[in-house]
């Protein structure tokens, strides 16, 4: 049986919600490229299902079926796969470019959207679906999105615009909706760099372009970005627009070719610039930087900023807490660690938290010693804060880089984090068998993972 009768035999309570869902996901939205995905969290069970094909099972834990996901990739989606898993507070949606693993062992790009159709009591999800659309097709050939009709249907459904922008010709391909949702007519407004250029509001062009050329000359940047700006509608009012956008080619130089990505209207999510800031710069949990504050301070660095110091910081243990004391207690730890972090450094220093247990220091006008001197007050907070027995301990493992050894500004991560991950593997255990021990003093079973990693 397909997916879809699955899904409806299998929840009537839901029927009339889940027709409505899959009118949209599986007659308008996937090639014959297209893949669905169901979660059922109690069962830990991933079925998977190409569009109108027969419905495959694959069982297993959490890491068995993660493995579909790229490692370069797997951090990200994790991530925020359990942040829309633990709480509706972080929403019942996600979109998430990625490489899946195929059948041939090898790795396709997909645009993925995940939604949460169902919440026990604790408000965790139990029950997700997904939306695999294969990008691969659509770099193949850009003239495949004039007959996508389907895609185009999510896409109008989702008010969203799809746009794709081939960097070495400065041609962009904007989808009907992309112009329509703006209030323009799609026949006049032209496939160039300047129809978007001409429209973004002064005051935001030049930080938006410059965190966009960034992505495009940087691959050491990643190749995922999100930037939010002001954009004009045809009756010249101006709308707040995030684009979130995924490099799908390099040429050999590692300069992007090719971008796609969606660009979506946020008006009703912010009430001034200046919420709409703290939403997009600050991660909710720990009230450190977010990712997106990081990138955008790391490109706008000048000469004026060096030497430029950067300390990469990773927590020890979290996955063992989460595991035996709950996610709560995780939180609880993570909170502790941002501010314990958050007292050591400058008030011109960025620390962002770029991953579920990871912390970036960003350092401007920051020499060797300066920053040795602000790891080794880290270190000093962290021991008197597990002083107390009451106190969760906070264990962080850190490596620094810096301008001021010869480090390129856009190496500055990957040489901190080698030098973080040298650091972690002389003192990891020792630390796990602290947590290990105050995880028996405080928690009323033993603790359940076999596995050493924190």
């Known amino acids: 049986m397909c997916l879809t009768s699955f899904l409806l035999d299998m929840m009537l309570g ?23 995905w169901l979660w059922e969290m109690p069962s830990e069970t991933l079925y998977l299902s190409s569009a109108k094909q027969e419905l495959k099972t694959f069982s297993g834990k959490k890491r068995s079926w993660r493995s579909l996901i790229h490692p370069l990739d797997r951090r990200d989606f994790l991530v925020r796969f359990d ?19 195929t059948d041939s062992s090898g790795y396709q790009w997909v645009l993925t959207q995940f939604y949460v159709i169902d919440r026990d009591e604790a408000d965790r999800a139990i029950r997700v679906i997904a939306l695999s659309l294969d990008l691969a097709s659509l770099n193949r050939q850009k003239e495949m999105y004039d007959n996508a009709s389907r895609m185009q249907h999510a896409l109008d459904a989702a008010r969203a615009g799809l746009w794709d922008w081939n960097a070495e010709t400065n041609e962009v391909y904007y989808s009907p909706r992309y112009a329509s949702m703006m209030g323009y007519d799609p026949a006049h407004f032209p ?12 005051d935001d062009l030049e930080k938006t372009m410059q965190l966009q050329y960034g992505y495009i000359n940087s691959p050491e940047l990643g190749d995922v970005f999100e930037s939010i700006y002001r954009f004009r509608a ?21 300069r992007a070719r090719r971008i796609i990505g969606l660009h979506t209207i946020v008006n009703e999510l912010h009430e001034s610039q200046e919420a709409l800031a703290n939403i997009a710069n600050t991660d909710q949990l720990t009230r450190l930087a977010s990712r997106l504050a990081f990138d955008t301070e790391l490109a706008a660095l000048t000469e004026a900023d060096y030497p430029v110091s950067l300390i990469y910081i990773d927590m020890d243990g979290l996955k063992r807490i989460n595991d035996n004391l709950g996610h709560e207690a995780g939180d609880g730890m993570l909170v502790a660690a941002a501010d314990l972090v958050r007292r050591v450094f400058r008030s011109r220093d960025t620390i962002a938290r770029v991953g579920g247990d990871e912390f970036v220091a960003l350092l401007p006008r920051c020499s060797v010693n ?54 972690k593997r002389k003192s990891a255990s020792g630390n796990y068998r602290v947590i290990d021990r105050w995880i028996g003093e405080h928690a009323d079973r033993r603790i359940q993972d076999a596995d050493k990693g924190g």
Not at 84 to 101: A, N, Q, T, V, W
Not at 191 to 202: A, D, I, K, Y
Not at 380 to 409: I, W, Y
């Open 370 to 423: 300066v920053a040795l001197r602000l790891m080794r007050n880290i270190r000093s907070a962290c021991r008197k804060h597990n002083a107390s027995p009451d106190n969760l301990p906070v264990f962080l493992s850190m490596g620094m880089a810096s301008t001021e050894q010869g480090v390129d500004l856009f190496q500055l991560q990957t040489a901190a984090d080698q030098n973080m991950i040298r650091q």
């Open 83 to 101: 942040n829309m898993f633990l709480s509706r507070e972080k929403g019942d949606h996600f979109d998430f470019f990625h490489r899946i693993k």
């Open 191 to 202: 496939n160039e760099l300047n129809s978007w250029v001409s429209r973004v509001h002064r």
């Open 14 to 36: 839901q029927r009339e919600q889940l027709e409505k869902i899959f009118s949209t996901i599986a007659d308008n939205l996937f090639s014959r490229d297209g893949l669905l």
């Open 234 to 254: 045809a009756d010249g009012t101006y709308n707040w627009i995030m684009s979130r956008a995924k490099v799908v080619d390099r040429n050999k130089a590692g």
